[in-house]
């Protein structure tokens, strides 16, 4: 009798076992090598496999440098895991290449979401990120006292004139290297999210957004041009250190008092403020002729197209979603949390805090990167253009230079979908 | 005719040895960076670029950085793969590759010439342009392991180690040795009724010591230093990553430099190690190769 009621009970046990197994998700993050990164997004996965019997997330964590390559080898290979992290501006080049499937998630969640962490592609939603990040031009305010310069506003920013007056001034007092650090030391994607928003304030772009078939006329037209040469001028005119600047002045240069204004990142903010303190000011972009204007998008959550679980995993992104988690990621590495709701929770970005101004600039002034899957390439022949103007090439034939590129790759990729 | 005194050769003699002296300290400024910028917080890092400090154990000295990158990294298992990765193709690419040669310069089979030929210009073939069919390649080869027949080597040792282990240079590098020999040995051999594989055991190997020490040099280096794409994008699991896909872990938006110099210090003690027990054996194939390592 005991053994049969053993018997049945493990062939009860053995029926209801499968039933209620958690299927298992995989997922790919880009932050291996990052303690307190690592330890955030292993809690949300803690606290969404318990949170209900049906999914069960693993993580499996790559260097950020050798992520994107590691992404498209397994494209290749045909073994991408269920859930994706995407940089913002590389996100229409993955849809398009087929490594991710539309976003199924309730789009209400994410409508107070900031416009840089939401990542639509031929109409659709496809990523999401709990954060974005911003630039400013960081300064002190002891600095503008001293000199007498006005301190620009988010409604009242400079204008060119007051840029290149207050540069002037900077660079007359001798009391810096260079009055303003670019981060020509920042090689790679810094060139166009810090340095496409300075040409668009102009006018430009880097590929014309009403058709993305062509950047002609918008890399080269007469905006782009007058900001090539006046990028030009602030390399031969000394105002700022050039493309052989040393990566360790880009990090500590502005700490060490070298220069007076650095344009530089939220994530730097906080070594800035243990330097200065309540010194420190972070002044809205400049608007150098069509309004002030800022990069945007950073790392987003997606489903790979290889997934045979999409509702999973949109499951789980909608759990990442909360508050408390982008709070808890704004705390933790720096960056701007995606909602008020999520700001108001945070220590930097909460009204009043020390970083809380970012906010609003990556509200008010904030452009992402041209949505197009020929990004990935354009971003690169944008860089080489702003190294080469900077190293004094000529303006005109460089932009030139850079938009047969861009077009003949467009051509080549059949317009890229657009 | 000059007549050399001992005045003059003992200044000849100090001055030799003051250039060396200056140019092998040029050869160890960046190890010595290293090493002592390891010791070093980031920013006494940085600033110290721009003196001698940056040579010397000065300032604020600790072992915080080497803590720091353990707790980043699993920097023990980063080694320990490239390690095993390491010794298991170099010991298996001498042996392949010296039978090879072996078959190549002395069993004289048809069409051995050509073959050779068309093997020793691969060796102008850059890695990088075969990296992606090589990829698709063994994502889909099938393997019989503890769980019976699986498809697809990705995520493991064996597919950061078989395709290294024949390589043409280091067949070539047992080509010229062997030709070198004497023919009389195998020809005695022969005649004594020795089977080839008798003559590779017992008559050649054990006079390859040079061109073995050689190609395990090479080898080695190239295994441990220089895996960084393949291991890229066939390996996304960290159990089995080597140690240039971990230096990537320090690499976040604000790069601890005291942590990176201590990961690479780190990694670069098995490989002194090994330059160290084989110190004779690596300056001699430097110099029978003229291949810098």
């Known amino acids: 009798m005991n053994r049969l009621a053993v018997l049945a009970g493990t062939i009860l046990v053995g029926l209801a076992g499968p039933a209620a197994a958690q299927t298992e998700l995989t997922m790919w993050y880009h932050g291996a090598g990052n303690e307190v990164e690592s330890k955030l997004i292993n809690q949300i996965i803690d606290d969404f496999n318990a949170s209900q019997d049906d999914w069960s997330v693993s993580i499996e964590s790559f260097p950020q440098g050798a992520y994107n390559d590691s992404v498209v080898a397994a494209a290749l290979a045909g073994n991408l895991p269920d859930i994706l992290d995407v940089d913002g501006p590389v996100m229409p080049n993955w849809a398009w290449a087929g490594y991710l499937q539309p976003l199924p998630i309730d789009e209400s969640l994410i409508a107070e979401y900031l416009p840089g962490t939401k990542g639509y592609w031929d109409g659709k939603l496809y990523s999401v990120g709990l954060w974005d990040a911003a630039v400013a031009m960081v300064t002190l305010k002891s600095t503008l006292e001293k000199y007498d310069i006005r301190t620009p506003t988010l409604d009242e920013p400079w204008t060119a004139e007051e840029l290149g007056a207050a540069l002037a001034t900077l660079k007359d007092s001798g009391d810096f290297d260079y009055p303003l650090d670019l981060g020509m030391a920042w090689t790679g994607e810094w060139y166009p999210y810090a340095f496409s928003p300075l040409l668009q304030s102009f006018g430009g772009d880097i590929v014309d957004r009403d058709t993305y078939a062509s950047a002609e006329g918008k890399l080269n037209g007469d905006e782009a041009i007058a900001f090539g040469e006046w990028w030009q001028s602030l390399f031969e005119d000394g105002m700022a250190p050039g493309t052989s600047q040393d990566p360790a002045d880009r990090d500590n240069g502005f700490n060490e008092g070298k220069y007076a204004i650095s344009w530089n990142g939220n994530w730097a903010a906080a070594g800035m403020l243990e330097v200065y303190g309540d010194d420190l000011l972070f002044l809205p972009a400049p608007d150098l002729g069509n309004g002030p204007k800022i990069g945007a998008a950073s790392w987003q959550f997606g489903v790979s197209a290889a997934s045979e679980h999409p509702e999973g995993a949109a499951a789980f992104i909608e759990f990442a979603l909360q508050d408390k988690y982008l709070a808890a990621f704004s705390d933790g590495i720096g960056l701007i949390p995606a909602t008020p709701g999520a700001a108001a929770m945070t220590e930097n970005y909460k009204e009043g805090g020390p970083l809380a101004v970012f906010f609003e600039l990556s509200k008010q002034q904030a452009v992402l990167r041209p949505v197009s899957p020929g990004y990935v390439v354009q971003a690169k022949v944008f860089e080489k253009a702003m190294a080469d103007i900077a190293n004094g090439a000529d303006v005109a034939d460089t932009l030139d230079a850079a938009v047969d590129e861009i077009d003949s790759d467009i051509e080549k990729n059949q317009g890229y979908g657009h | ?293």
Not at chain 2, 155 to 168: E, H, K, L
Not at chain 2, 222 to 242: S, T
Not at chain 2, 276 to 291: E, H, K, N, W, Y
Request: aromatic share 14%; charged share 10%.
């Open chain 2, 1 to 293: 005719m000059a007549v050399v005194t001992g005045d003059s050769r003992g200044l000849r003699l100090a001055v030799r040895y003051l250039v060396l002296a200056l140019v092998g300290t040029i050869f160890l400024f960046p190890l010595i960076f290293m090493v002592m910028s390891s010791f070093k917080p980031t920013a006494q890092l940085l600033s110290d670029t721009s003196s001698l400090r940056a040579f010397l154990p000065v300032g604020d000295i600790s072992l915080d950085n080497y803590f720091a990158a353990f707790r980043r990294a699993p920097i023990g298992l980063f080694v320990f793969n490239s390690v095993f990765i390491t010794v298991v193709t170099v010991v298996a690419s001498l042996f392949l590759c010296s039978l090879a040669a072996f078959s190549f310069v002395y069993m004289n089979w048809k069409g051995s010439g050509l073959l050779l030929s068309i093997m020793l210009a691969t060796l102008i073939i850059p890695f990088e342009t075969i990296a992606i069919p090589l990829l698709l390649f063994v994502s889909r080869l099938p393997w019989i392991g503890l769980d019976g027949l699986e498809f697809g080597w990705l995520n493991t040792y064996r597919v950061q180690i078989i395709p290294w282990i024949a390589d043409a240079l280091t067949v070539f590098l047992f080509v010229q040795y062997f030709k070198d020999l004497p023919r009389e040995l195998i020809e005695a051999a022969r005649v004594e009724g020795a089977t080839w594989w008798q003559i590779y055991r017992r008559v050649v190997m054990p006079l390859a010591g040079p061109v073995i020490a050689t190609a395990a040099i090479l080898k080695s280096l190239k295994m441990y230093n220089e895996q960084y794409l393949w291991p890229l994008i066939v390996v996304q699991d960290e159990a089995h990553r080597p140690i240039m896909v971990g230096l990537g872990y320090f690499f976040q938006l604000n790069v601890v430099w005291g942590e990176v110099m201590a990961y690479l210090s780190l990694i670069t003690v098995p490989v002194l190690a090994f330059y160290l027990i084989l110190q004779r054996a690596f300056i001699a194939s430097i110099a029978s190769t003229g291949v810098k390592g």
